[in-house]
């Protein structure tokens, strides 16, 4: 490191204080910035030199069933976000999460011809989901008896805990599905046949899915 020799400068001073310099003063070398053209220093406590930390447009996470329709709506019209996820599994259903937030989650499911989730509950969980390629049949179960409807890209289907349904592609082509469980989905119980539950015998409830 180079010093510079400093001296105090007085007309009336004496020989003696000319004869001696005063102590050196270390010069720093200027830092070196990085390779954007920021330093460390220059960035420090300041979240506007890095615009991702201080965005204010980030959407606030849905928490009703509108917010959560919606959000199923936006990211299955975004296909550049599922599309490229999708795999297919000869054996079984597969699935990959999308998303999670406070109290909900998004799933991605693929149904080859044929595979079928069984009739099934969420538990207490309740539900959006939407076809976003080929064509789904679901089968539902209520005091009313069986029912049965497809599922088509464009559609959705909002169910509460408790609904009890099966979901099966009757094509002869693959399809994709979106799913949206709040809260996040922790059980499900399998029916090994399509009988309704004691509780929905002895506690008739109007179908707790509508089509949006």
Do not use: C
Request: hydrophobic content about 35%; proline content about 8%.
């Amino acid at each position: 490191m180079r010093m510079n020799r400093i001296r105090k400068r007085n007309r009336d001073r004496s020989k003696h204080t000319r004869d001696h310099a005063a102590l050196p003063v270390p010069v720093a070398a200027p830092a070196r910035a990085w390779a954007d053209g920021l330093s460390d220093v220059s960035i420090a406590g300041d979240p506007l030199a890095f615009p991702h930390l201080a965005r204010t447009d980030l959407p606030a996470h849905p928490t009703t069933v509108a917010g959560y329709a919606q959000l199923v709506r936006e990211i299955a019209a975004d296909r550049d976000r599922w599309e490229p996820k999708v795999r297919y599994d000869a054996l079984t259903r597969w699935y990959a999460r999308l998303e999670t937030g406070p109290g909900y989650e998004v799933w991605l499911l693929s149904w080859l011809p044929g595979q079928s989730s069984g009739f099934h509950d969420h538990g207490d969980s309740s539900g959006v989901m939407t076809v976003v390629q080929g064509e789904l049949v679901e089968r539902s179960l209520t005091h009313a008896g069986e029912g049965a409807r497809t599922l088509r890209p464009g559609g959705q289907r909002v169910f509460s805990s408790g609904y009890l349904h099966e979901v099966v592609n009757a094509t002869l082509e693959p399809a994709v599905s979106i799913h949206l469980y709040s809260p996040g989905l922790t059980e499900m119980h399998q029916y090994g046949a399509p009988v309704v539950p004691e509780m929905q015998r002895t506690a008739p409830s109007p179908d707790p899915a509508e089509a949006l």
